[in-house]
């Protein structure tokens, strides 16, 4: 699978909120050298479709996933009614491609066609902690 536009940097970095239920997740960057006729639509990377939106006005795609919070509550009670406050669990889609824990499998669309291309050896960036605000 061929590269259809010029890649300037390509990396992955892990995030976590700094309150408590703020969750964690990971943002893939994907930076073009030019402004391109392909976009980029989704990626598939870490077992996930994680879909691509373009920063406005610089050469940058991301794609921002969120990891499912563990905590769910439910509502168990002998009234019917009442548990069905409970939401179903969020199901996945599950990638269409085998790949390793740092490759990656980008969606584009090129004069109306859609097409794919592979990324090998997506590097890590350091962890980014997002610090909580102390309103004193």
Same mark, same amino acid.
């Given at each position: 699978? &061929? *590269?259809?536009? %010029?890649?300037?940097?390509?990396?992955?970095?892990?995030?976590?909120?700094?309150?408590?239920?703020?969750?964690?997740?990971?943002?893939?960057?994907?930076?073009?050298?030019?402004? !391109?006729?392909?976009?980029?639509?989704?990626?598939?990377?870490?077992?996930?479709?994680?879909?691509?939106?373009?920063?406005?006005?610089?050469?940058?795609?991301?794609?921002?996933? *969120?990891? !499912?919070? +563990?905590?769910?509550?439910?509502?168990?009670?002998?009234? !019917?009614?009442?548990?069905?406050?409970?939401?179903?669990?969020?199901?996945?889609?599950?990638?269409?491609? %085998?790949?390793?824990?740092? %490759?990656?499998?980008?969606?584009? *669309?090129?004069?109306?066609?859609?097409?794919?291309? &592979?990324?090998?050896?997506?590097?890590?960036?350091?962890?980014?902690?997002?610090? *909580? +605000?102390?309103?004193?």
């Amino acid at each position: 699978m &061929k *590269t259809p536009i %010029e890649l300037k940097d390509v990396y992955f970095q892990k995030w976590i909120a700094g309150v408590e239920g703020g969750g964690s997740g990971f943002m893939l960057y994907i930076e073009v050298n030019e402004k !391109p006729d392909v976009q980029l639509e989704h990626a598939y990377f870490k077992g996930k479709k994680i879909e691509l939106r373009h920063k406005t006005n610089e050469l940058v795609y991301v794609g921002h996933h *969120t990891y !499912p919070s +563990r905590k769910q509550d439910l509502s168990m009670s002998d009234d !019917p009614k009442e548990e069905f406050k409970n939401q179903l669990p969020v199901v996945e889609e599950k990638p269409p491609f %085998e790949l390793k824990d740092n %490759e990656c499998i980008v969606a584009y *669309t090129k004069n109306g066609k859609k097409g794919y291309f &592979k990324l090998n050896n997506v590097p890590e960036k350091e962890l980014q902690a997002y610090p *909580t +605000r102390n309103n004193q």
